[in-house]
T-cell receptor
Framework: NAGVTQTPKFQVLKTGQSMTLQCAQDMNHEYMSWYRQDPGMGLRLIHY???????DQGEVPNGYNVSRSTTEDFPLRLLLAAPSQTSVYFC????????????FGPGTRLTVT | GENVEQHPSTLSVQEGDSAVIKCTYS??????FPWYKQELGKRPQLIIDIRSNVGEKKDQRIAVTLNKTAKHFSLHITETQPEDSAVYFC??????????FGTGTRLLVSP
């Protein structure tokens, strides 16, 4: 199993550009989430999904869109990048029942200039 | 919504000493409390978790205690080693879905 994978690892954007951060998992986990990590602020939930076709907002959803067309994939879209979106982004997944451990991807370091 | 506060923000100990990190939460309905360890440049990894129907859980040198009345939970690391140096995050959730994280504790274990 590859676990949770994310691409790209690093990205530099100019203000106003758009991009999609990719996340995939091969563990058949129902739940998937996106977090951003900023210095001194821990991890903050952006959006999450409890299954294909179902998404919901987290703590800091503004400026981000998500969709969940398959169990495996959960892309995060930045439509109009802003310097405030400079951060490290982590995708995570876990099973719906039983062990509630969340498995994190390796992260994407995004810089918006 | 849930709010999680974590203290201290940094903790320095000598190898072999014990380390304690404390978190408080605001939502009395929270029922799941994991702890994550994050090494520099790496992803967070679960080290131990506890559910609200349990007061204490131990795994070798690591233990977590939960006080539901006071709404706080703590991570205890005994016999610390240099490889324990990392940032530790507590988190809380209601219904096991949306995790709210604390702001992290940087633990430095000196040989």
């Amino acid at each position: 199993n590859a676990g949770v994978t994310q691409t790209p690892k690093f990205q530099v954007l100019k203000t106003g550009q758009s991009m999609t951060l990719q996340c995939a998992q091969d563990m058949n986990h129902e739940y998937m989430s996106w977090y951003r990590q900023d210095p001194g602020m821990g991890l903050r939930l952006i959006h999450y999904s409890v299954g294909a076709g179902i998404t919901d907002q987290g703590e800091v959803p503004n400026g981000y869109n998500v969709s969940r067309s398959t169990t495996e994939d959960f892309p995060l879209r930045l439509l109009l990048a802003a310097p405030s979106q400079t951060s490290v982004y982590f995708c995570a997944s876990r099973k719906r029942t039983g062990n509630y451990e969340q498995y994190f991807g390796p992260g994407t370091r995004l810089t918006v200039t | 919504g849930e709010n999680v506060e974590q203290h201290p923000s940094t903790l320095s100990v000598q190898e072999g000493d014990s380390a304690v990190i404390k978190c408080t939460y605001s939502d009395s309905a929270s029922n799941y409390f994991p702890w994550y360890k994050q090494e520099l440049g790496k992803r967070p990894q679960l080290i131990i978790d506890i559910r609200s129907n349990v007061g204490e859980k131990k795994d070798q040198r690591i233990a977590v205690t939960l006080n539901k009345t006071a709404k706080h939970f703590s991570l205890h690391i005994t016999e610390t080693q240099p490889e324990d140096s990392a940032v530790y995050f507590c988190a809380a959730s209601t219904g096991f879905q949306k995790l709210v994280f604390g702001t992290g504790t940087r633990l430095l274990v000196s040989p």
